[in-house]
Nanobody, 125 residues
Framework: QVQLVESGGGLVQAGGSLRLSCAAS????????MGWFRQAPGKEREFVAR????????DYSDSVKGRFTISRDNAKNTVYLQMNSLKPEDTAVYYC??????????????????WGQGTQVTVSS
C-alpha cells in the first residue's frame, strides 16, 4: 500500500485560491493513478479529480471543472490540487487517495485503498 500525507488546507475567502499537496511513500508511486476526494459535514465522500499514473490524463467532477487542476510530480512522489475561484460550497475535508492496484484508473471511492488523513479547506463568503 501507499502511505499518503496531505498538506495545504486552510481558511480562504470566496474567490481565493489554495494548493493542496499529497506526498506519497514508496518507489511505485509512478505506477498509481491518484485521486482527490472531499467530504463535507453530513455528506458522503465525493470524487473531485483524478490523474493517470503517467499524468497523461485528468478527470474532474462537474462541480470543480474549470476551477481546479490536478497535477503530479513523479520524481517527488507528490500529487497536487490547485483550487482557484473557491466557493463556500467547496468547504470540506479533502483527501488524496491511491487505488487498490497499480495501473488502475478508477473514479469511485470504493476502488481506492490508500487514503491520507485529510486536510480541512474552509471557504468563507
Amino acid at each position: 500500500q501507499v502511505q499518503l500525507v496531505e498538506s495545504g488546507g486552510g481558511l480562504v475567502q470566496a474567490g481565493g485560491s489554495l494548493r493542496l499537496s499529497c506526498a506519497a511513500s514508496g518507489r511505485t508511486f509512478s505506477t498509481y493513478a491518484m485521486g482527490w476526494f472531499r467530504q463535507a459535514p453530513g455528506k458522503e465522500r465525493e470524487f473531485v479529480a483524478r490523474i493517470h499514473w503517467s499524468g497523461s490524463d485528468t478527470d474532474y467532477s462537474d462541480s470543480v471543472k474549470g476551477r481546479f487542476t490536478i497535477s503530479r510530480d513523479n520524481a517527488k512522489n507528490t500529487v497536487y490540487l490547485q483550487m482557484n475561484s473557491l466557493k463556500p460550497e467547496d468547504t470540506a475535508v479533502y483527501y488524496c487517495a491511491a487505488p487498490t492496484a497499480r495501473y488502475y484508473y478508477p473514479r469511485l471511492p470504493s476502488n481506492f485503498g490508500s487514503w491520507g488523513q485529510g486536510t480541512q479547506v474552509t471557504v468563507s463568503s
